[in-house]
Protein backbone atom coordinates (compact mmCIF):
# COMPACT_ATOMS: atom_id res chain seq x y z
CA UNK A 1 0.00 0.00 0.00
CA UNK A 2 1.07 3.69 -0.89
CA UNK A 3 0.55 6.41 1.24
CA UNK A 4 0.81 10.25 0.25
CA UNK A 5 0.52 12.68 3.00
CA UNK A 6 -0.91 15.87 3.18
CA UNK A 7 -0.09 19.46 4.80
CA UNK A 8 -2.12 21.85 5.95
CA UNK A 9 -2.09 23.72 3.32
CA UNK A 10 -2.80 20.98 0.52
CA UNK A 11 -6.19 20.20 2.26
CA UNK A 12 -7.22 23.99 2.37
CA UNK A 13 -6.69 24.07 -1.40
CA UNK A 14 -8.45 21.19 -1.49
CA UNK A 15 -11.38 22.32 0.17
CA UNK A 16 -11.42 25.13 -1.85
CA UNK A 17 -11.10 23.27 -5.10
CA UNK A 18 -13.30 20.43 -5.44
CA UNK A 19 -12.31 19.79 -9.22
CA UNK A 20 -8.82 19.08 -7.27
CA UNK A 21 -10.05 16.95 -5.05
CA UNK A 22 -12.05 15.23 -7.21
CA UNK A 23 -8.89 14.51 -9.55
CA UNK A 24 -6.85 13.31 -6.56
CA UNK A 25 -9.56 10.56 -5.46
CA UNK A 26 -9.52 9.22 -8.68
CA UNK A 27 -5.53 9.00 -8.75
CA UNK A 28 -6.01 7.27 -4.93
CA UNK A 29 -8.38 4.65 -6.37
CA UNK A 30 -6.58 4.10 -10.05
CA UNK A 31 -3.07 3.58 -7.98
CA UNK A 32 -4.05 2.52 -4.57
CA UNK A 33 -2.82 5.01 -2.46
CA UNK A 34 -3.91 6.01 1.01
CA UNK A 35 -4.26 9.54 2.14
CA UNK A 36 -2.70 10.20 5.97
CA UNK A 37 -1.77 12.80 7.70
CA UNK A 38 -0.38 13.95 11.16
CA UNK A 39 -2.39 14.83 13.99
CA UNK A 40 -0.96 17.86 14.02
CA UNK A 41 -2.47 18.85 10.63
CA UNK A 42 -5.67 17.15 11.46
CA UNK A 43 -5.48 20.15 14.60
CA UNK A 44 -4.84 22.97 12.40
CA UNK A 45 -6.93 22.30 9.93
CA UNK A 46 -10.60 21.43 11.39
CA UNK A 47 -9.50 23.46 14.35
CA UNK A 48 -9.06 26.34 11.51
CA UNK A 49 -11.52 25.90 9.78
CA UNK A 50 -14.16 29.14 9.49
CA UNK A 51 -17.62 27.84 10.78
CA UNK A 52 -19.56 28.15 7.48
CA UNK A 53 -16.40 25.11 6.34
CA UNK A 54 -16.63 23.43 9.28
CA UNK A 55 -19.03 20.22 7.94
CA UNK A 56 -16.88 20.27 4.49
CA UNK A 57 -13.73 20.17 6.71
CA UNK A 58 -15.20 17.40 8.61
CA UNK A 59 -16.46 15.80 5.01
CA UNK A 60 -12.77 15.81 3.42
CA UNK A 61 -10.89 14.67 6.58
CA UNK A 62 -12.98 11.35 6.49
CA UNK A 63 -11.07 10.32 3.29
CA UNK A 64 -7.83 10.96 5.44
CA UNK A 65 -6.22 8.41 7.85
CA UNK A 66 -3.97 9.97 10.66
CA UNK A 67 -1.24 9.07 12.48
CA UNK A 68 -0.17 9.07 16.02
CA UNK A 69 2.33 11.55 17.52
CA UNK A 70 5.23 10.11 20.21
CA UNK A 71 8.41 10.94 21.77
CA UNK A 72 10.33 9.54 18.68
CA UNK A 73 8.31 11.41 16.40
CA UNK A 74 8.96 14.43 17.75
CA UNK A 75 12.20 14.38 18.17
CA UNK A 76 12.81 13.28 14.88
CA UNK A 77 10.71 16.02 13.60
CA UNK A 78 12.89 18.60 16.06
CA UNK A 79 16.19 17.21 13.93
CA UNK A 80 14.67 17.82 11.16
CA UNK A 81 13.21 21.06 11.34
CA UNK A 82 16.46 22.29 13.04
CA UNK A 83 18.59 20.53 9.99
CA UNK A 84 16.09 22.49 7.65
CA UNK A 85 16.82 25.63 9.50
CA UNK A 86 20.13 25.26 9.14
CA UNK A 87 20.13 24.47 5.55
CA UNK A 88 18.10 27.24 4.19
CA UNK A 89 17.94 31.07 4.63
CA UNK A 90 14.25 30.57 2.17
CA UNK A 91 12.81 27.83 4.75
CA UNK A 92 11.41 28.32 8.06
CA UNK A 93 9.61 24.78 8.64
CA UNK A 94 7.51 25.09 11.46
CA UNK A 95 7.07 22.36 14.35
CA UNK A 96 3.35 20.94 12.35
CA UNK A 97 5.50 20.98 9.00
CA UNK A 98 8.30 18.70 10.52
CA UNK A 99 5.57 16.75 12.16
CA UNK A 100 4.72 15.69 8.84
CA UNK A 101 7.76 14.79 7.23
CA UNK A 102 8.85 12.83 10.43
CA UNK A 103 5.64 11.05 10.00
CA UNK A 104 6.34 10.99 6.32
CA UNK A 105 9.59 8.89 6.88
CA UNK A 106 7.85 6.87 9.21
CA UNK A 107 5.61 5.47 7.37
CA UNK A 108 8.07 4.85 4.66
CA UNK A 109 5.66 7.57 2.77
CA UNK A 110 7.54 8.75 -0.45
CA UNK A 111 5.40 11.47 -1.47
CA UNK A 112 4.34 14.88 0.48
CA UNK A 113 1.63 16.62 -1.21
CA UNK A 114 2.10 20.44 0.38
CA UNK A 115 0.79 23.87 0.27
CA UNK A 116 4.10 24.81 1.27
CA UNK A 117 7.18 24.14 -1.36
CA UNK A 118 9.72 25.97 0.35
CA UNK A 119 9.45 24.60 3.30
CA UNK A 120 8.74 20.96 2.87
CA UNK A 121 11.41 21.29 -0.18
CA UNK A 122 13.70 22.15 3.00
CA UNK A 123 12.31 19.04 5.19
CA UNK A 124 12.78 16.43 2.47
CA UNK A 125 16.38 17.76 1.86
CA UNK A 126 17.03 17.16 5.53
CA UNK A 127 15.45 13.84 5.36
CA UNK A 128 16.46 12.87 1.97
CA UNK A 129 13.51 10.32 2.28
CA UNK A 130 10.78 11.55 0.76
CA UNK A 131 9.52 13.87 -2.65
CA UNK A 132 6.91 17.08 -2.19
CA UNK A 133 4.50 17.90 -5.02
CA UNK A 134 3.37 21.00 -4.42
CA UNK A 135 -0.48 21.39 -5.12
CA UNK A 136 -0.48 24.65 -6.88
CA UNK A 137 2.12 23.15 -9.46
CA UNK A 138 -0.86 20.75 -10.59
CA UNK A 139 -3.98 22.45 -9.62
CA UNK A 140 -4.85 24.26 -13.69
CA UNK A 141 -3.56 28.24 -13.24
CA UNK B 1 -54.52 -37.42 23.82
CA UNK B 2 -51.84 -38.36 21.62
CA UNK B 3 -48.28 -37.42 21.23
CA UNK B 4 -46.52 -35.82 18.40
CA UNK B 5 -43.75 -38.18 17.96
CA UNK B 6 -40.59 -36.40 16.50
CA UNK B 7 -38.31 -37.81 13.95
CA UNK B 8 -34.68 -38.03 15.45
CA UNK B 9 -32.42 -35.43 13.82
CA UNK B 10 -29.13 -36.70 12.64
CA UNK B 11 -26.26 -34.71 13.58
CA UNK B 12 -25.00 -32.29 11.19
CA UNK B 13 -21.82 -32.82 9.53
CA UNK B 14 -19.21 -30.67 11.15
CA UNK B 15 -16.59 -29.58 8.16
CA UNK B 16 -13.81 -28.96 11.01
CA UNK B 17 -12.58 -31.45 12.48
CA UNK B 18 -11.93 -31.36 16.65
CA UNK B 19 -8.25 -32.59 17.18
CA UNK B 20 -6.53 -31.90 20.34
CA UNK B 21 -2.64 -32.10 20.59
CA UNK B 22 0.13 -31.95 23.21
CA UNK B 23 2.35 -29.39 22.25
CA UNK B 24 5.86 -27.93 23.06
CA UNK B 25 5.97 -24.18 24.19
CA UNK B 26 7.90 -23.26 21.46
CA UNK B 27 6.04 -25.09 19.16
CA UNK B 28 2.79 -23.25 20.29
CA UNK B 29 4.30 -20.12 20.40
CA UNK B 30 4.93 -19.79 17.40
CA UNK B 31 1.74 -21.34 16.08
CA UNK B 32 0.22 -18.65 17.82
CA UNK B 33 2.28 -15.92 16.28
CA UNK B 34 1.92 -17.00 13.54
CA UNK B 35 -1.99 -16.79 13.50
CA UNK B 36 -1.89 -13.61 15.42
CA UNK B 37 0.35 -12.03 11.77
CA UNK B 38 -2.23 -14.11 9.84
CA UNK B 39 -5.80 -12.04 11.68
CA UNK B 40 -3.28 -8.92 11.69
CA UNK B 41 -3.12 -9.14 7.73
CA UNK B 42 -6.81 -9.78 7.07
CA UNK B 43 -7.24 -6.68 9.76
CA UNK B 44 -5.29 -4.33 7.64
CA UNK B 45 -6.99 -5.86 4.00
CA UNK B 46 -10.25 -5.38 5.58
CA UNK B 47 -9.43 -1.98 6.34
CA UNK B 48 -8.12 -0.95 3.03
CA UNK B 49 -11.08 -2.48 1.32
CA UNK B 50 -13.51 -0.60 3.36
CA UNK B 51 -10.99 2.97 2.73
CA UNK B 52 -11.53 2.36 -1.01
CA UNK B 53 -15.45 1.69 -0.94
CA UNK B 54 -15.42 5.09 1.34
CA UNK B 55 -13.40 6.76 -1.86
CA UNK B 56 -15.42 5.72 -4.30
CA UNK B 57 -18.58 6.61 -2.72
CA UNK B 58 -16.75 10.50 -2.01
CA UNK B 59 -16.24 10.52 -6.19
CA UNK B 60 -19.99 9.58 -6.69
CA UNK B 61 -20.95 12.16 -3.74
CA UNK B 62 -18.57 15.05 -5.90
CA UNK B 63 -20.03 13.97 -9.50
CA UNK B 64 -24.26 13.63 -7.81
CA UNK B 65 -22.97 17.41 -7.04
CA UNK B 66 -21.82 18.43 -10.26
CA UNK B 67 -18.44 18.37 -9.79
CA UNK B 68 -16.48 17.32 -12.94
CA UNK B 69 -12.83 16.12 -13.24
CA UNK B 70 -10.29 18.78 -14.48
CA UNK B 71 -8.18 16.37 -16.91
CA UNK B 72 -5.05 18.94 -16.71
CA UNK B 73 -5.17 18.81 -13.18
CA UNK B 74 -5.11 14.99 -13.37
CA UNK B 75 -2.30 14.90 -16.06
CA UNK B 76 -0.44 16.88 -13.78
CA UNK B 77 -1.10 14.98 -10.44
CA UNK B 78 -0.26 11.68 -12.69
CA UNK B 79 2.91 12.74 -13.84
CA UNK B 80 4.21 13.89 -10.37
CA UNK B 81 2.96 11.04 -8.86
CA UNK B 82 4.69 9.05 -11.75
CA UNK B 83 8.14 11.10 -10.94
CA UNK B 84 8.35 10.54 -7.51
CA UNK B 85 7.76 6.54 -8.48
CA UNK B 86 10.51 6.56 -10.73
CA UNK B 87 12.06 8.45 -7.81
CA UNK B 88 11.43 5.88 -5.08
CA UNK B 89 12.39 2.96 -7.67
CA UNK B 90 15.74 4.71 -8.15
CA UNK B 91 16.48 5.25 -4.46
CA UNK B 92 15.30 1.62 -3.96
CA UNK B 93 18.27 0.08 -6.66
CA UNK B 94 21.30 3.00 -4.96
CA UNK B 95 23.12 1.16 -2.30
CA UNK B 96 22.26 1.93 0.70
Known sequence: MKEVLLDTGALIGLQRDRRAFLGLLGSVDRRGIQLRTSPAVLVEFLGGSPRALRSASDWLMSFVEVGT???????????????????????SPGAIDALVAAEAE???????????????????????????????????? | MATKRT?????????????????????????????????????????????????????KQLRRQGVREDPEFRRRLEEALDEADAWRRERSRAPQ
Open chain 1, 69 to 91: VDEMIGRRAATLMRASLDGSTQA
Open chain 2, 7 to 59: RPTRPKESPYEKVSATLERPVLREIREKSANVSEFLNEAAKDKLYFERVREGI
Open chain 1, 106 to 141: RRGCEVVISGDRNDFDALATASGRFKVIDLEDVVAP
